[in-house]
């Protein structure tokens, strides 16, 4: 498993992790208190930066430790790294413009900011795990 | 998803006829990883031009003696 393979799957898992830990924060609140007094931001900044400790913690080390970071040919990426790259990008891009155009018709509805900002959180952390697993993906078959 | 490629080739022929060279070792004249070496000999992978005629050249013969594009 090459060096960039290592860190498409680390982003993945620390992004599933920080994602499942603010649903499970915010979910339970949605029904049982108004809308408007559901604690959603300090969740949010909160997963976020555990998002990216969790990731500056594992890519570090792997940077200084993994022996693969050039590999045995002494090259860290080719046209195929910036393939995978393009299209796990092209699918995240996909959803999130997908995602931005239902913001924008709940701001057009006058929804709560709520939901609204749920949705580009959550549409732009899913949207950027969903990059992250068809990099993987494409790795894992050679493509 | 990427689709299978219906492009195969001879590297692997050709890096034993090369004094066994390994895949680490053409990669590095291609200017690839190893990863991509292995991907285009397997048929998951189809190379650009550019490195399709950089690998033909490591080995001195012509493109279609290294990659072959089935007839419909």
């Known amino acids: 498993m090459g060096f960039l393979e290592k860190i498409n799957l680390a982003a993945l898992g620390a992004g599933i992790l920080a994602l499942a830990w603010y649903l499970f924060s915010v979910v339970p609140q949605i029904g049982s ?7 959603w931001k300090w969740p949010m900044g909160l997963s976020l930066g555990l998002f990216l400790v969790m990731l500056i913690a594992t890519v570090i080390p792997l940077a200084m430790t993994d022996q693969t970071i050039r590999d045995e040919s002494g090259i860290i990426d080719d046209e195929r790294d910036r393939a995978i790259e393009l299209r796990g990008d092209a699918w995240s ?18 929804a709560p900011g709520f939901w609204v900002a749920q949705t580009l959180y959550v549409g732009g952390m899913g949207s950027g795990l969903i990059s992250i697993a068809v990099k993987v993906a494409d790795y894992r078959r050679g493509a | 998803m990427a689709k299978p490629t219906p492009i195969t080739n001879e ?15 053409l990669a590095r004249q291609v200017g690839v990883t190893r990863q991509t ?3 285009i000999e397997q048929g998951k992978y189809s190379p650009s ?24």
């Open chain 2, 11 to 25: 590297i692997r022929t050709l890096r034993f006829h090369a004094g066994e060279m390994t895949q680490a070792e």
């Open chain 2, 49 to 72: 031009l550019e490195v399709a005629f950089r690998i033909a050249r490591v080995f001195k013969v012509g493109l279609d003696a290294v990659f072959q594009y089935p007839a419909e």
């Open chain 1, 33 to 39: 208190v108004p809308v408007a007094e559901i604690a």
């Open chain 1, 93 to 110: 891009g996909n959803v999130m413009h997908l995602l931005a155009f239902l913001a924008l018709i709940l701001v057009f509805f006058d």
């Open chain 2, 37 to 39: 070496i292995i991907a």
